[in-house]
């Protein structure tokens, strides 16, 4: 690898521990799995980081940020409707589904890790911050009803589609993504949507 400066090396194993966490599991995110991804030997993923805990949730926050930088960028002239739908993560393309899989392991995680469930919690109040742009921008193009608490319907959407999510697990109760497209555009019927 090329000679690369403090920021870059430590930019370049974050990029690398992206990667793997995407396409393989925030399990298979370990320093050796890391170091060889990046090149690097793996005394130099112990340099960057403190723990593999440190590296895994500064690995997720980063993905987390940039998924919903991406999303801003690309679905800012779509209706609100279909905004809500990407930013809450439906329909879901292949991409969305690593996604989805990666917070749900992630969830996991959190409960006997401090550092990732400190990175959970703050990029779950990322994807609140951005679900709750998406519909102040509804509410301001005349598409959602102006008499709600965006951070609170943000909240009940963010919560029924993480409930969905989980129940998809179970193939036996027939939650598909239809099913669950159904359920979300009832709520959001309900919540953001002007009566006829």
Not at 75 to 86: D, F, K, M, N
Not at 106 to 112: C, G, K, T, V
Not at 114 to 142: F, N, P, Q, R
Request: charged share 20%; hydrophobic share 45%.
């Amino acid at each position: 690898m090329a000679y690369l400066n403090r920021e870059e090396r430590h930019d370049t194993l974050l990029q690398a521990a992206m990667r793997i966490a995407i396409s393989e599991g925030m399990a298979a995110t370990t320093v050796r799995r890391v170091a060889s991804e990046a090149g690097v030997a793996v005394g130099q993923v112990h340099h960057h980081f403190t723990s593999v805990s440190r590296l895994r949730a500064d690995a997720f926050l980063l993905l987390v940020k940039q998924s919903l930088s991406a999303f801003a960028l690309n679905s800012q002239h779509l209706p609100a409707v279909e905004r809500i739908q990407q930013v809450l993560g439906y329909p879901q393309d292949e991409a969305c589904q690593r996604e989805t899989r990666l917070w749900n392991e992630i969830s996991i995680l959190a409960e006997r890790d401090e550092l990732i469930k400190e990175a959970y919690a703050a990029s779950m109040s990322d994807w609140h911050s951005a679900t709750v742009a998406v519909i102040h921008t509804g509410i301001t193009s005349d598409e959602f009803r102006s008499d709600i608490n965006a951070s609170d319907v943000a909240w009940r959407l963010i919560g029924q589609v993480c409930g969905l999510d989980g129940l998809t697990q179970f193939t036996e109760l027939g939650f598909s993504e239809a099913e669950i497209l159904r359920h979300l555009a009832a709520m959001m019927e309900s919540e953001l949507l002007k009566n006829p």
